[in-house]
Every structure is written in C-alpha cells, then in structure tokens.
C-alpha cells in the first residue's frame, strides 16, 4: 500500500496539517511511518477523515467518532446513536424552522409595532423561557 505525505493528505482531504497531527494525537488516525520529520499515511486515512468529517457535520463530538472508529477489524458505527441523533437533529430543525417562520411573520407583521403583534409576543415569551435555545434531551 502507497504512503502519502503528511501535506498531500492534507491536500486530498481538505484538513490542515495542523488538524491531522490533532486526530493523530486523539487516536482518531495514525500516522505509518515518518519520512524525516514528516508523518507518512496509508491512502485509506482519507476514508476515515472523510467519516471524522461526516461525524462533526452530524454533531457528534471527536470523542464519539473516535470510540466508532476505534473497534475491533475497522469501523464500528453504533447504530442506536445515529438514531439518537436524528432524534436531536429532528428536534433542531423543528425549533429552527419555528424560529424562522416567527421572524418571517415579524418581518411582515401588518400590526402597527411588533409588540402590538400577538404572534411576535409570544415569540418573546418563548425566548424569555429558553425555549429557543433548549435542546431536548435525547
């Protein structure tokens, strides 16, 4: 199998240096060998710093993706935590799309001022409990 260089994976997969020696340093990659002071990779780092990629974009935290990445003959991806959060995330875009409707009525309100508009206060009301901000627990 081919070694890339710490700068050509760097290159392929879009994440700095400076972030591959991070995840080397968390166990999330390993380096194979070093030529010089320069880490040298196995090309199959890209597929894994694709999952890290897909991982953080889903909101999973480094140490989540790590304990999947860490199992026994490759990836071990549990299933019951992907569902957990699409749970999360379904609860996000229902709070965000609430939250833009709200200021798309405010925006267009016909009332004479926003807090003439019922809509708009009760926005505030929500806002002022933390419901705009709490995320469900999972």
Same mark, same amino acid.
């Given at each position: 199998?081919? =070694?890339? $260089?710490?700068? *050509?994976?760097?290159?392929?997969?879009?994440?700095?240096?400076?972030?591959?020696?991070?995840?080397?340093?968390?166990? =999330?990659?390993?380096? #194979? #060998?070093?030529?010089?002071?320069?880490?040298?990779?196995?090309? $199959?780092?890209? $597929?894994? =710093?694709?999952?890290? #990629?897909?991982?953080?974009?889903?909101?999973?935290?480094?140490?989540?993706?790590?304990?999947?990445?860490?199992?026994?003959?490759?990836?071990?991806? $549990?299933?019951?935590?992907?569902?957990?959060?699409?749970?999360?995330?379904?609860?996000?875009?229902?709070? =965000?799309?609430?939250?833009? *409707?709200?200021?798309?009525?405010? !925006? #267009?309100?016909? !009332?004479?001022?926003?807090?003439?508009?019922?809509?708009?206060?009760?926005?505030?009301?929500?806002?002022?409990?933390?419901?705009?901000?709490?995320?469900?627990?999972?």
């Amino acid at each position: 199998m081919s =070694l890339l $260089d710490i700068g *050509d994976v760097a290159r392929q997969s879009g994440v700095p240096a400076s972030a591959l020696r991070f995840y080397e340093e968390k166990g =999330l990659i390993a380096s #194979a #060998a070093r030529r010089g002071l320069r880490r040298q990779f196995h090309a $199959d780092v890209l $597929d894994r =710093l694709a999952l890290i #990629a897909l991982g953080q974009a889903a909101g999973f935290s480094l140490e989540e993706i790590g304990a999947m990445l860490a199992g026994e003959g490759g990836v071990q991806i $549990d299933r019951a935590k992907l569902a957990s959060k699409a749970d999360e995330l379904d609860c996000a875009i229902r709070r =965000l799309t609430a939250m833009r *409707d709200g200021l798309r009525h405010a !925006a #267009a309100c016909p !009332a004479p001022s926003h807090m003439a508009c019922p809509t708009f206060r009760r926005i505030l009301r929500a806002a002022a409990a933390g419901a705009l901000n709490r995320v469900p627990a999972a």
